[in-house]
């Protein structure tokens, strides 16, 4: 399955061992993580921000993790709007990839008329979905 990584999934994974770290983590091993370039500079700079300054070693690996396996891709040019207009490279990127997933914490800013055929799951719908005979 190719994956999109939505910059809040991998700010929550940076911060707490749970069900975000545990969604990027499955899909490094069993998926195909596409990335674009401003997908990556979109990392690097919300997670530089002083806010997130105790977590920024474990995001930084994380991102540098990705970097190293991801695809990597040009985004279209053509995407159709979203809601949040920062949110658009990760439809784009997405789209031109033939992506099947994006993961993201927020789902309502990726409404699925927009995204088809890119399927918007949240981290917990991504792993119920990589479970055996799972579906989201």
Do not use: W
Not at 5 to 16: E, M, P, R, Y
Not at 108 to 129: G, K, Q, S, Y
Request: glycine content about 4%; proline content about 9%; charged content about 25%.
């Amino acid at each position: 399955m190719r994956v999109v990584i939505d910059c809040n999934a991998l700010v929550s994974a940076a911060l707490t061992d749970g069900t975000c770290r545990a969604a990027i983590i499955l899909a490094a091993g069993n998926d195909d993580i596409v990335v674009s370039a401003p997908i990556l500079a979109e990392y690097r700079a919300v997670l530089m921000r002083p806010k997130y300054r105790k977590c920024q070693a474990v995001a930084l690996s994380v991102i540098d993790m990705l970097e190293s396996i991801a695809r990597r891709v040009e985004p279209l040019e053509a995407a159709p709007p979203l809601p949040d207009p920062k949110d658009s490279v990760y439809l784009a990127t997405a789209l031109a990839s033939r992506a099947d997933v994006i993961i993201t914490g927020n789902a309502r800013d990726f409404p699925p008329h927009l995204c088809e055929p890119v399927r918007i799951l949240t981290p917990r719908a991504f792993l119920d979905l990589s479970k055996p005979g799972g579906k989201a």
